[in-house]
């Protein structure tokens, strides 16, 4: 880089999304240090901003969008003030204004076509590609620099056709947090549950080799890291070389410096009695289980292609109250389904009674590019989702504050 360009080294990651979102920000950002940028706590400080972006509801892209949006038209703002240039488009001329990134879900969800809906971006990187990230903005600073005439606007550059990620990127040692680290163990995912956008923006299911698992875990505890999350869509469905989720589990307890462990997120279909078995018998486990639900009744589970009943569900639950003493459970819930009529509605309300989870997380069904579910008739009113979110957010409220008062009296 020349010392021009190593001016413009300041970057805004900017998160939406889940754990694996959180964990692949910090990856970028570990890469990103590396090569001598440092992170802003603010976009209007930041020559560089990105966008780590989810698609698994409708509502989380739209945020994306409009937070874009604002950009550009603060950076269009701004050309009185900071002498920054942007067309009326939105679009920055040659030079000028932060460089814009949209990397995760949503980039892998529409790849080139995210220029045409937001001209103010300048990369788009898919969850496989993030490894490219410190390249990419290399040739984007060195085009800037080329550009001498304000009227052309900058490179395009989108990068969303990697199968996975090298292995290294999970190695550069930066966690945000002093104590506690997330630890990916498997990519992807390749349930297909009907409703869900993950398969198609993260791909099909990779599992880590557990040697560099645990190998990560030793070198961030050799940091100073004394607690960790294992990180996967389907937890329980990790193997590599014969070493089973459960094996990986036993393998975690006993690295030496480590204090506590939890993994989330386990799907019910693979979860087994053995691993509750685990959980009571390895002393730095979080006695916690995320077990998403999703949905009381037969009917709407079997159209959301889950591969489980509510009594497969309701007996797992059972053994794992029985194993793991005072364990905590938790769940996540879809309201809305294409199909779900009151009968099936009143399944799932009187499931979470009857259950009491310390808590759960409640959402409206909301349709998704590529997946099964989006071509079933959605024609619940909004008013009628609303209705049913509400009354299950209120229940399981009052569930929670029942427990957290007990808890307390004890
Ligand atoms: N892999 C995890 C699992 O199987 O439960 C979680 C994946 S997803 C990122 C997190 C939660 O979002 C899901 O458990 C589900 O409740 C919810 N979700 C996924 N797709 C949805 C959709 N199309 N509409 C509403 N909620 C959705
Ligand atoms: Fe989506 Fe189902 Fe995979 Fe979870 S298990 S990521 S809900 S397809």
């Not at 920054?84 to 939105?90: E, P, V, Y």
């Not at 550009?147 to 990068?159: A, G, H, V």
């Not at 498997?186 to 993950?198: I, K, L, Q, R, T």
């Not at 940091?223 to 014969?242: C, D, F, P, R, W």
Request: aromatic residues 8%; contains cysteine; charged residues 30%.
């Amino acid at each position: 880089m020349s010392d021009n360009e190593k001016k413009k080294n300041k970057v805004f990651l900017r998160t939406f999304g889940c754990q694996m979102n959180v964990r692949d920000s910090e990856v970028v950002a570990g890469l990103l240090k590396r090569e001598g940028y440092s992170l802003v706590e603010a976009e209007d400080k930041a020559d560089i901003v990105i966008f780590n972006t989810c698609s698994v509801r409708q509502h989380a892209e739209d945020k994306v969008w409009s937070e874009i949006g604002r950009i550009a038209k603060s950076a269009k703002k701004n050309v009185h003030i900071k002498g920054r240039s942007t067309d009326r488009l939105g679009r920055s001329k040659a030079g000028t204004g932060p460089i814009i990134g949209l990397i995760g879900c949503m980039a892998q969800n529409y790849k080139e076509h995210v220029f045409q809906r937001s001209p103010a971006v300048d990369f788009v990187v898919g969850p496989s590609d993030i490894d490219k990230i410190p390249s990419i903005l290399e040739r984007l600073a060195g085009a800037r620099q080329k550009t001498k005439s304000p009227d052309l606007y900058e490179l395009k550059i989108w990068e969303t056709d990697a199968d996975k990620r090298p292995e290294e990127i999970y190695h550069t040692g930066f966690y945000e947090d002093k104590e506690h680290a997330y630890v990916v163990i498997s990519e992807g995912c390749s349930n297909f549950c009907s409703y869900c956008v993950v398969p198609f923006v993260r791909g099909p299911l990779h599992n880590r080799d557990n040697k560099e698992i645990l190998k990560e875990i030793e070198q961030a505890v050799s940091k100073g890291i004394s607690k960790i999350t294992l990180l996967g869509q389907n937890v329980n469905a990790y193997v590599h070389e014969n070493v089973n989720f459960v094996e990986l589990v036993s393998k975690v307890n006993k690295v030496k410096g480590l204090k506590e462990f939890s993994f989330i997120t386990s799907h019910p279909k693979d979860t087994t009695v053995e691993l509750f078995k685990a959980m009571a018998e390895c002393d730095k486990i979080k006695k916690a289980l995320h077990l998403p639900v999703q949905s009381g009744s037969d009917k709407v589970l079997k159209e959301m292609n889950r591969g489980y009943t509510k009594k497969f569900y309701l007996d797992l639950v059972d053994n794992y109250r029985k194993i793991v003493k005072n364990g905590e459970l938790t769940t996540d819930i879809i309201v809305g389904f294409p199909g779900e009529r009151e009968k099936e509605f009143q399944e799932t309300y009187e499931l979470v009674k009857q259950v009491q989870f310390d808590a759960a997380y409640i959402f409206k069904y909301s349709p998704r590019p590529n997946t099964h579910a989006q071509m079933l008739l959605d024609d619940l009113s909004k008013e009628e989702k609303e209705k049913r979110h509400k009354a299950v957010l209120d229940l399981q409220k009052s569930v929670s504050l029942k427990k957290r008062k007990a808890n307390k009296q004890l």
